[in-house]
């Protein structure tokens, strides 16, 4: 899986991916796990791939943790079964639309959104890379990447990181200074004592 898709797919993937996105940030169940849980090992793979090509090494086929991870994808992708049917439609585009019915169920919304995001991470998978989790810790909130250096899901949760990050620096700064100030007067006084003890054996 590589992370520069084309141009045009790229684009697409931005356009449509704001239902999976908003659905994964919505309460948590079940569904919202199983894919979290599928975009996670799409991750891995990618960084796995990413690092043999780094370092040189063997083909990503003939690395065996590479296909660990494709082999575990392939199995949650394997629970998932449903047919394409066609929908009229009064788009400008076409007169029908794609839909996805879930084969021997009855419709059902929760279970149609969630075939909507695998079906997202197939027909995307090169951007799945970009759907990310907010790296700050009381958020995790998941975000749709618009760069590929991009951490956080947005500005508040940047700035708020960089202000802990800058406040933890002071304080680490404000202990080691009195932490040095502190072990120079031990030293002294050990130097002091040693001096004293020195002088005691001379008499």
């Not at 979290?36 to 690395?63: F, Y």
């Not at 075939?115 to 990310?132: F, G, N, P, S």
Request: charged content about 30%; hydrophobic content about 35%; proline content about 3%.
């Amino acid at each position: 899986m590589k992370m520069g898709s084309k141009p045009d797919s790229r684009r697409e993937a931005a356009s449509t991916v704001e239902l999976v996105v908003g659905w994964l940030n919505a309460k948590p169940n079940e569904g919202t796990e199983r894919v979290a849980v599928m975009i996670e090992a799409c991750h891995r793979i990618t960084q796995l791939v990413d690092e043999i090509k780094t370092s040189g090494g063997p083909a990503a086929w003939q690395n065996p943790e590479v296909q660990r991870a494709a082999v575990d994808l392939n199995m949650r992708l394997g629970r998932y079964k449903w047919h394409p049917c066609v929908d009229p439609s009064m788009g400008s585009g076409s007169h029908f639309k794609l839909a996805f019915g879930i084969v021997g169920t009855v419709f059902d919304h929760a279970r149609s959104v969630e075939l909507y995001a695998v079906q997202w991470v197939v027909q995307h998978i090169d951007a799945v890379q970009k759907v990310r989790r907010c790296r700050v810790a009381k958020c995790r909130k998941w975000y749709y990447a618009k760069t590929d250096h991009q951490k956080y899901c947005g500005g508040a949760c940047r700035q708020k990181d960089a202000a802990q990050g800058d406040d933890f620096k002071e304080k680490r700064r404000v202990y080691m200074k009195k932490y040095r100030r502190e072990e120079g007067e031990r030293d002294a006084r050990a130097k002091r004592l040693a001096n004293r003890l020195g002088k005691g054996k001379d008499k």
